[in-house]
């Protein structure tokens, strides 16, 4: 008993272990076939990683020819643009230098018309000033130059009147000095007075004869001349000098000028 049931049980542990073998065989077919289809993609891989890099190489190539060409092209371009600027400059230079030109001229041309009626306005003017300068007086120009022509008529008659009267004065006082030197036998030595002559001092107290034309009456009054005298010449009207009684010790007053110039009326 106990052996068949050893025997059973390394039976049902041999079906056991050749299910179990089974299942590995499976197993085993499942991953090597697995493992067959991992190659083959793995191969598949490589393949496609070679044709990629060689693509790649390709494209790398490609990417630089086309690198090389467009640089190329792009200096060609640079040099057609250049030329192209160079072209467009020395044309834009001729233009400017031509305008330059004609602008010149234009500014001579305009220059010179400025000139020519600058030199026109200036005789104009030099007309317009000869015609204003010879122009026709105004009536009341005309008058007011005749009144004023009339005024100086009548300012020469007035100063020829006074330097006639300034005259006879003067030789009426002539002659009344001579007359005076006849009638008295005196002979006065005329001085001259000299207004810059140098001041004494205050301390000198010597009185100075300023005017020494003037007589001794002292010698006058004792040689029968004085008041009252038959022969005594008369003396000048309205004069403050014969008013006033003569003293021999203090001089004749000095004559005190125009507080104001003289003005001569107009004769109506």
């Known amino acids: ?76 371009h640079e040099q057609d643009l250049n030329k192209r600027l160079e072209k467009e400059l020395d044309v834009m230079t001729a233009d400017h230098l031509r305008e330059k030109n004609i602008m010149r001229a234009d500014f001579n041309k305009t220059n010179e018309l400025l000139k020519e009626i600058n030199a026109a306005l200036q005789v104009s003017l030099e007309e317009m ?15 007011m130059i005749t009144e004023l022509k009339a005024m100086l008529t009548e300012r020469d008659q ?40 140098k001041q004494k001092k205050k301390n000198d107290k010597s009185p100075t004869n300023r005017f020494v034309s003037v007589p001794n009456l002292s ?16 003396p000048i009207p309205n004069s403050p000098v014969h008013d006033i009684e003569f003293n021999s010790s203090k001089p004749l007053p000095q004559p005190v000028p125009p507080k104001g110039p003289k003005t001569f009326l107009r004769y109506q």
Request: proline share 3%; net charge negative.
């Open 129 to 143: 000033e000869e015609k204003y300068l010879m122009r026709e007086s105004k009536p009341e120009d005309i008058q």
């Open 1 to 76: 008993m106990e052996l068949e049931r050893s025997i059973d049980i390394s039976r049902r542990q041999s079906k056991e272990h050749i299910c179990r073998i089974t299942d590995l065989q499976e197993e085993l077919r499942h991953r090597e076939h697995h493992i067959s289809e991992l190659d083959k993609e793995v191969q598949h891989l490589h393949e496609n990683i070679s044709a990629l890099t060689k693509e790649l190489e390709f494209k790398g190539k490609e990417i630089l020819r086309i690198r090389s060409e467009s640089n190329q092209q792009i200096r060609l």
């Open 219 to 234: 010698a006058l009054e004792s040689g029968g001349v004085g008041n009252g005298h038959p022969n005594r010449l008369d």
């Open 158 to 197: 007035i100063i020829k009147k006074l330097i006639e009267d300034n005259k006879f004065y003067q030789l009426e006082l002539v002659n009344r000095e001579t007359n005076f030197n006849k009638v008295f036998n005196s002979s006065p030595t005329v001085g001259v007075i000299n207004p810059l002559a």
